[in-house]
């Protein structure tokens, strides 16, 4: 079945370590998406990929990095720079961009 | 950027009534419009989209209306289940976008 997995679900890191979050799509989709969700909130745009080796920041990049060396693969790094990492994190994938987002389960992430 | 907003964070209905959830959007340029379902812990699930030419659509027990003179949007729910109980948001992009603007969501819960 087609569709796109986050891994892992749970990961805890201690304060000042950077960590990279997996996100795999097999849609043969296009675009793929990082959305921060922090409880009770909406999902805030980290960053976006229309295509293979290009990505643009979304509306809260910082202490944030991407790649998108394949078209399968978007994995974040959330870096000692980020002042408040502690959220679920959604990773998204489309056709195109005014397509409908297929989500993946998500990666809750936790500093100490 | 431009803002999407819900009406009510809060919604309690009873098991087989019909429920509403409305959602206000503040920019005229956007041109497609979705609904999704977020259950605790997972990511958020497609449940139906809209485009600007259009002013209702319906799917399985859901419909969507788009009033685009006073940028409204609400997801209509007939005979609301137990497992309709979730977070919805709805989302829109404009023709030019590069990525969905989320609202902050609307939490419904269905008593028996």
């Known amino acids: 079945d087609g569709g796109i997995t986050q891994s892992p679900k749970y990961l805890f890191r201690k304060e000042g370590q950077n960590v990279t979050l997996s996100c795999e799509q097999n849609?043969?989709?296009?675009?793929m998406y990082w959305y921060r969700q922090d409880p009770g909130q909406g999902l805030r745009l980290i960053y976006y990929?229309?295509?293979?080796?290009?990505?643009q920041k979304g509306d809260i990049a910082e202490g944030y990095s991407v790649s998108r060396e394949k078209k399968e693969s978007f994995p974040l790094t959330v870096t000692s720079a980020q002042k408040n990492p502690t959220a679920f994190y959604l990773c998204?994938?489309?056709?195109?961009?005014?397509?409908?987002?297929?989500f993946g389960s998500g990666t809750r992430l936790t500093v100490v | 950027g431009e803002s999407v907003g819900l009406h009510l964070p809060t919604l309690s209905v009873q098991e087989g009534d019909n429920s509403i959830i409305n959602c206000a959007y503040s920019?005229?340029?956007?041109?497609?419009f979705i609904w999704y379902k977020q259950e605790s812990g997972k990511g958020p699930q497609f449940i139906i989209d809209?485009?600007?030419?259009?002013d209702k659509r319906q799917g399985q027990r859901v419909t969507v209306l788009l009033n685009k003179t006073v940028k409204h949007l609400s997801l209509q729910i007939a005979a609301t289940q137990p497992g309709d109980s979730a977070v919805y948001f709805c989302?829109?992009?404009?023709?030019?976008?590069?990525?969905?603007?989320f609202g902050k969501g609307t939490s419904l819960l269905v008593t028996p």
């Open positions: 990929s229309q295509i293979v080796n290009d990505f």
């Open positions: 989302a829109e992009i404009e023709g030019s976008g590069y990525a969905l603007n």
């Open positions: 809209i485009r600007s030419n259009m």
């Open positions: 849609l043969n989709h296009d675009a």
């Open positions: 920019n005229s340029a956007s041109d497609y």
């Open positions: 998204a994938s489309s056709r195109q961009v005014s397509f409908g987002y297929t």
